[in-house]
């Protein structure tokens, strides 16, 4: 076991606490983390907007005291993510987590925000989203995940609903947020059970106010779009810079849920396998572009496998026909020409990267975190990965990706995303 987990210590009306106490970094040190959830928070692009105007606000109350907390090793980091809620993170040296703790949510539920700060915000966050996709890369890739999660709002949405908004409107939002909400939390470090206790009750619950009482049920979360069996979407759209003159596709091949550690095993050894080849091919002989990538992804509970190319060089479509022509030949005569001997130096790499032991607090933290943040709670997966990666071989392998991700794939479910100069 590369690290216990945590221990689920507390569960009642408007709070999930989590605690892990530190044994291998031995530091006076912790790393507390919270998930805001409210039907609130996302409920219209109006919402979400005033929900990412909100936060802004809140680091403006709470500039000067985030000043001095970090002058004395205490940090803080707040952003909205999407219909998952609110994720909260503060963390430092333990024994005066609890006072900035208590500020951060004290100012996020307070609301008192002034007029200048509203104005000064809200043209800071109208430029964000105006600049939002003006990197053909960032642009493929923001165009796919659109696409996948259903509950996700435009930027253009966005920045309609944030152009007519008013400071009431975001006192408001945080006062409906407030009213009825849910809090999970896990504290991980230099810190007792009850110690831990106290802080999630008496600096986050309690400064939230007697409306954190939601049952869990309120937690959402994010759900991946399942593509349909045997087809090939496209999405087409032009550059937002109309001064770029590279073209971008990024070609996504969703596999499977990610419920099975055999099936997450098998599209790793393909990230593995593929990696360098698709770059030698796509990049280096054929210099399509000057960015070409590939690998697995796993998006809310469901594996895929991901290509993208930007280019100066070459039309979208191209690059769209130069991918599936890897995947015909170069993909597959690796496969197929892979010996025993060169499969298990993958695999022995591959196993060496999961047993790699984590090099802080803060990234045993956040590994933990990602597993209560999905409400998936499987924190030993690394373990039953290389339990499954012992298991697979040469002709397994080759076999999931004729299944999924070849050309000749009876169900391939497939969405590739072009931008155009």
């Not at 043209?123 to 923001?142: C, D, F, G, M």
């Not at 000057?290 to 479509?317: I, K, Q």
């Not at 956040?366 to 997966?381: E, G, K, P, S």
């Amino acid at each position: 076991v590369l690290a216990d987990p945590p221990k689920l210590l507390l569960d009642e009306p408007g709070l999930r606490l989590w605690h892990k106490l530190d044994a291998t970094f031995k530091m006076p040190r912790t790393v507390a983390l919270f998930r805001l959830s409210s039907p609130a928070l996302h409920r219209s692009a109006s919402a979400t907007a005033a929900g990412h105007l909100m936060i802004r606000l809140v680091g403006d109350v709470l500039n000067e005291a985030a000043y001095l907390a970090d002058v004395a090793g205490l940090h803080y980091h707040i952003v909205q993510q999407g219909v998952a809620g609110i994720e909260i993170r503060v963390e430092g040296f333990s024994h005066k987590l609890h006072l900035l703790c208590r500020r951060v949510f004290e100012a996020l539920a307070s609301g008192r925000f002034t007029e200048a700060a509203f104005e000064r915000e809200r043209e800071a966050l109208l430029r964000k989203y105006r600049n939002t996709n003006t990197q053909v890369s960032k642009h493929i890739n923001y165009n796919r995940l659109l696409a996948l999660c259903a509950s996700t709002y435009h930027a253009e949405q966005l920045l309609v609903e944030l152009e007519k908004m008013t400071l009431a409107d975001v006192i408001a939002h945080k006062a409906a947020m407030v009213a009825n909400c849910h809090l999970e939390a896990m504290v991980h470090g230099n810190v007792t059970a009850d110690e831990a206790r106290s802080l999630a009750l008496d600096s986050a619950k309690a400064a939230l106010g007697a409306g954190c009482s939601a049952p869990p049920s309120v937690r959402r979360r994010e759900q991946c779009v399942r593509l349909p069996d045997g087809v090939e979407l496209v999405h087409t759209e032009p550059a937002k810079n109309p001064e770029d003159e590279n073209a971008g596709l990024e070609v996504y091949l969703q596999c499977c849920e990610a419920s099975s550690y055999s099936d997450r095993a098998h599209v790793d050894l393909l990230d593995q396998i593929l990696g360098e080849p698709c770059y030698n091919q796509l990049r280096t002989k054929e210099q399509l572009g000057y960015t070409v990538y590939s690998g697995m992804r796993l998006t809310h509970g469901v594996l895929g496998f991901c290509f993208g190319v930007v280019s100066g060089n070459a039309p979208s479509e191209v690059l769209a026909e130069r991918v599936e022509a890897f995947l015909a030949g170069g993909a597959a005569e690796v496969l197929e020409k892979m010996t025993d001997e060169e499969f298990v130096k993958h695999r022995q790499a591959l196993q060496t990267i999961k047993l790699q032991q984590d090099r802080n607090l803060h990234d045993e933290a956040m590994r933990h975190w990602d597993h209560v943040w999905n409400q998936r709670y499987h924190f030993l997966t690394r373990e039953k990965e290389l339990q499954a990666l012992d298991g697979a071989t040469a002709d397994s392998t080759r076999e999931w990706f004729a299944r999924y991700i070849a050309a000749s794939a009876p169900q391939r479910r497939k969405l590739a995303v072009h931008v155009q100069p």
